[in-house]
Protein backbone atom coordinates (compact mmCIF):
# COMPACT_ATOMS: atom_id res chain seq x y z
CA UNK A 1 0.00 0.00 0.00
CA UNK A 2 3.16 2.34 0.17
CA UNK A 3 4.96 3.10 -2.56
CA UNK A 4 8.52 4.93 -2.90
CA UNK A 5 9.67 6.28 -5.72
CA UNK A 6 13.10 8.04 -5.85
CA UNK A 7 14.86 10.88 -8.47
CA UNK A 8 17.50 12.83 -9.33
CA UNK A 9 20.73 10.42 -9.71
CA UNK A 10 23.18 10.92 -12.86
CA UNK A 11 26.38 11.65 -13.47
CA UNK A 12 28.43 14.24 -12.08
CA UNK A 13 31.68 15.67 -11.91
CA UNK A 14 33.67 15.81 -8.45
CA UNK A 15 33.02 18.82 -6.51
CA UNK A 16 29.28 18.88 -8.06
CA UNK A 17 26.23 18.87 -6.74
CA UNK A 18 23.25 16.87 -7.30
CA UNK A 19 19.84 16.93 -5.29
CA UNK A 20 17.57 13.53 -4.96
CA UNK A 21 14.22 13.17 -4.76
CA UNK A 22 11.86 11.01 -2.56
CA UNK A 23 7.90 10.48 -3.02
CA UNK A 24 5.61 8.39 -1.00
CA UNK A 25 2.22 7.37 -2.18
CA UNK A 26 -0.36 5.60 -0.09
CA UNK A 27 -1.87 6.11 2.83
CA UNK A 28 -2.87 5.08 6.32
CA UNK A 29 0.75 5.00 7.10
CA UNK A 30 2.35 7.40 9.67
CA UNK A 31 6.09 7.94 9.34
CA UNK A 32 8.17 8.14 11.80
CA UNK A 33 11.22 8.18 9.95
CA UNK A 34 12.48 8.69 6.36
CA UNK A 35 16.12 8.47 5.36
CA UNK A 36 18.29 7.60 1.99
CA UNK A 37 21.18 5.27 2.26
CA UNK A 38 23.50 4.01 -0.08
CA UNK A 39 24.65 0.95 -1.40
CA UNK A 40 28.38 0.95 -3.43
CA UNK A 41 29.54 -2.00 -5.50
CA UNK A 42 30.92 -5.13 -2.67
CA UNK A 43 29.95 -2.60 -0.04
CA UNK A 44 27.13 -3.01 2.63
CA UNK A 45 24.33 -0.55 2.26
CA UNK A 46 25.44 2.39 4.90
CA UNK A 47 23.05 5.03 6.54
CA UNK A 48 23.22 8.59 4.73
CA UNK A 49 20.63 10.60 6.76
CA UNK A 50 17.49 10.38 8.29
CA UNK A 51 15.02 12.79 9.71
CA UNK A 52 13.07 11.29 12.47
CA UNK A 53 9.68 13.36 13.43
CA UNK A 54 10.92 15.89 11.41
CA UNK A 55 12.72 17.38 13.67
CA UNK A 56 15.61 15.00 14.36
CA UNK A 57 18.34 14.66 12.29
CA UNK A 58 21.08 11.83 11.52
CA UNK A 59 24.14 12.71 9.09
CA UNK A 60 26.74 10.00 8.61
CA UNK A 61 30.47 11.09 9.44
CA UNK A 62 31.21 11.51 5.72
CA UNK A 63 28.66 13.41 4.28
CA UNK A 64 28.29 15.82 7.29
CA UNK A 65 28.36 19.54 6.45
CA UNK A 66 28.14 18.47 2.58
CA UNK A 67 24.56 16.28 2.11
CA UNK A 68 21.33 18.23 3.73
CA UNK A 69 18.04 16.37 4.16
CA UNK A 70 14.51 17.80 4.15
CA UNK A 71 11.15 16.34 4.62
CA UNK A 72 8.22 18.27 3.18
CA UNK A 73 5.49 17.03 5.77
CA UNK A 74 2.73 18.30 4.18
CA UNK A 75 3.40 16.49 0.41
CA UNK A 76 5.33 13.23 2.23
CA UNK A 77 8.99 14.10 0.40
CA UNK A 78 12.13 13.69 0.88
CA UNK A 79 14.85 15.57 -0.40
CA UNK A 80 18.60 15.18 -0.39
CA UNK A 81 20.96 18.05 -1.37
CA UNK A 82 24.88 16.56 -1.77
CA UNK A 83 26.98 19.11 -2.48
CA UNK A 84 30.60 18.88 -2.99
CA UNK A 85 30.47 15.36 -4.37
CA UNK A 86 33.24 12.82 -4.13
CA UNK A 87 34.25 9.85 -6.14
CA UNK A 88 33.85 7.85 -2.66
CA UNK A 89 29.55 9.09 -3.00
CA UNK A 90 29.14 6.97 -6.07
CA UNK A 91 26.54 4.87 -4.78
CA UNK A 92 23.02 3.78 -5.49
CA UNK A 93 20.76 5.72 -3.32
CA UNK A 94 17.75 4.33 -1.55
CA UNK A 95 14.85 6.02 0.16
CA UNK A 96 13.25 4.30 3.59
CA UNK A 97 10.54 5.28 5.30
CA UNK A 98 9.29 3.89 8.48
CA UNK A 99 6.51 4.27 10.38
CA UNK A 100 2.94 2.56 11.91
CA UNK A 101 0.08 1.69 9.71
CA UNK A 102 -3.27 3.26 11.02
CA UNK A 103 -5.19 0.36 10.17
CA UNK A 104 -3.43 -2.65 11.81
CA UNK A 105 -0.88 -0.13 14.05
CA UNK A 106 1.87 -2.45 12.67
CA UNK A 107 5.15 -1.46 11.95
CA UNK A 108 6.20 -0.70 8.69
CA UNK A 109 9.48 -0.42 6.40
CA UNK A 110 9.06 0.62 3.02
CA UNK A 111 12.15 0.88 0.42
CA UNK A 112 12.15 2.65 -3.37
CA UNK A 113 13.95 1.24 -6.26
CA UNK A 114 17.28 3.58 -5.90
CA UNK A 115 18.52 5.97 -8.19
CA UNK A 116 22.24 5.58 -9.55
CA UNK A 117 24.75 8.45 -8.52
CA UNK A 118 28.02 8.65 -9.77
CA UNK A 119 31.21 11.10 -9.22
CA UNK A 120 33.63 10.95 -11.92
CA UNK A 121 35.56 13.52 -14.07
Known amino acids: QIQVVESGGGLVQPGGSLRLSCAVF????????MGWYRQAPGKQRELVAT???????NYADSVKGRFTIARDNTKNTLELQMNGLKPEDTATYYC???????????????WGQGTQVTVSS
Open 26 to 33: GRNFNIYT
Open 96 to 110: NVKGIRNDTYNYGDY
Open 51 to 57: VTGGVRF
